[in-house]
């Protein structure tokens, strides 16, 4: 089993010719509602490709609350395990996109913020006995390294995907068996500029040193770089016509976790998850361009 922790946001996403500046008003947009945050995205990737998972998450007792539990319920999962803040707004992103493609976004955590260490008693044994547990950043740090606790001491594998990118303790680092930060992250948590494939490597190694067992950055459309105990690979993108890169990270994270939950060695799992990941790039929005098993097949044989 694999068990994803972390937070769900309802994306209102207003398209238009070009991003308000201050005390402007620009009329003539079109609008869309998606299921987005890290968390759920993650959890949406696991769950599609086929995968034996659990989601955690809190939201706030207000209509879009209501509507991520029934979509949760949709895509297959326990809606008990998707709490609720009665005090707290469901998490929120208002995105901007202009007609030149560029996007300013501003996140508003609400519940998310209190998912808290006590919310876990009812859930001990579920991480406790999985194969597999799957944290992002976009949760109270506190909580997520409690959650790595209950992991490494029942030696569960615990994947950490560091986004939004933040500093990392030692004690945290030590804990984590597989950490996937982009090179934005990669370069936060290691003070290494990481733009390509040699910088990205000094940082993986460095990461390593810091006590992480495995590390895979990865580099957008440039691919990503797997690094061991044994070494380093690098692994190329899948070409694809890309439309919307958002979700290509989370897609990536959650997909290689569920191949990791089923045994399958990492090399084979990243380029699963590659395969899932180029998919959603060529598909708009957040959640809505997650891919099926199905198309993930179809693609590799192809
Ligand atoms: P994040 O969204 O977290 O910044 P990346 O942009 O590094 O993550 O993307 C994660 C993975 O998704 C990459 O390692 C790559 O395999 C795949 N990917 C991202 N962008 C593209 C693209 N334009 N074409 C094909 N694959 C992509």
């Known amino acids: 089993k694999l068990v994803v922790v972390g937070s769900s946001n309802m994306d209102l996403v207003i398209s238009l010719a070009r991003i308000p500046a201050i005390g402007e008003t620009v009329l003539g947009g079109s609008s869309s509602m998606v299921f987005g945050g890290k968390g759920a995205n993650q959890a949406v990737a696991a769950i599609r490709c086929g995968g034996n998972v659990s989601f955690i998450a809190k939201v706030g007792n207000d209509l879009f609350g ?3 539990k029934k979509h949760f319920e949709k895509e297959g999962f326990n809606s008990d395990h998707i709490l ?5 707004a469901t998490g929120i992103a208002q995105i901007f996109v202009s007609d030149k493609g560029e996007n300013s976004i501003a996140v508003a955590p609400g519940a998310n913020m209190k998912l808290m260490p006590k919310d876990f008693v009812p859930f001990h044994n579920l991480i406790k006995n999985a194969q597999v547990v799957l944290l992002q950043l976009e949760t109270p740090l506190e909580t997520v390294e409690f959650i790595a606790d209950i992991a490494f001491q029942n030696e569960v594998k615990l994947i950490l995907n560091p986004a939004p990118a933040k500093q990392l303790t030692e004690s945290l680092l030590k804990k984590i068996w597989l950490l996937t930060p982009n090179e934005t992250e990669a370069s936060l948590l290691t003070g290494i500029d990481v733009i390509d494939q040699t910088s990205a490597q000094k940082a993986a190694e460095h990461l390593l040193d810091m006590g992480v067992k495995n590390v895979i950055v990865t580099l957008g ?3 990503s770089l797997l690094c061991t105990a044994k ?3 690098y692994f190329k993108a899948f070409q694809v016509k890309a439309k919307d890169t958002t979700a290509a990270g989370d ?5 290689l976790a569920v191949a990791i939950t089923n045994g399958i060695a990492l090399q084979d799992a990243i380029t699963f998850a590659s395969a899932a990941a180029a998919i959603s790039v060529t598909k708009e929005g957040a959640q809505p361009s997650v891919p099926f098993r199905v198309e993930i097949d179809k693609f590799l044989n192809s």
């Open 66 to 68: 209501e509507n991520m």
């Open 84 to 88: 609720t803040d009665a005090n707290t």
């Open 221 to 223: 459309v440039s691919g």
């Open 231 to 233: 070494g380093v690979k």
């Open 251 to 255: 897609v990536f994270n959650g997909t």
